[in-house]
């Protein structure tokens, strides 16, 4: 069965950086589009950053310039390295695949807390 699984969360302050993994078994990883999105306490979720099997990279307005999202096809794994946090990021952070189907799945979610 398809499965994404989240890692890396936890709390830093201000100005640190963290990099979460997402760890996908039971499919093609290599092929699938791959993204990040957070959801903030009584906000709705937002695009972190996006990235295709081809590479191509796509970063939410907030975070760009600060979080690079990058794949490891022989890991089957993305990563999200955040640099330079702020409060504002605080959020659970999710992970998604899209499959050539057209088939979505998401992570469990793993938590950032950024403290100030």
């Known amino acids: 069965q398809v499965q994404l699984v989240e890692s890396g969360g936890g709390l830093v302050q201000a100005g640190g950086s963290l990099r979460l993994s997402c760890a996908a078994s039971?499919?093609?990883?290599?092929?699938?589009?791959m993204g990040w999105y957070r959801q903030a306490s009584g906000k709705q979720r937002e695009l972190v950053a996006h990235?295709?099997?081809?590479?191509?990279?796509n970063y939410g307005a907030s975070v760009k310039g600060r979080f690079t999202a990058s794949r490891d096809n022989a890991k089957s794994t993305l990563y999200l390295q955040m640099n330079s946090l702020k409060p504002e990021d605080t959020a659970v952070y999710y992970c998604?695949?899209?499959?050539?189907?057209?088939?979505?799945?998401w992570g469990q979610g793993t938590q950032v807390t950024v403290s100030s």
């Open positions: 039971g499919t093609t990883f290599s092929i699938n589009t």
């Open positions: 990235i295709t099997g081809g590479g191509n990279i």
């Open positions: 998604r695949m899209t499959d050539i189907r057209l088939n979505t799945y």
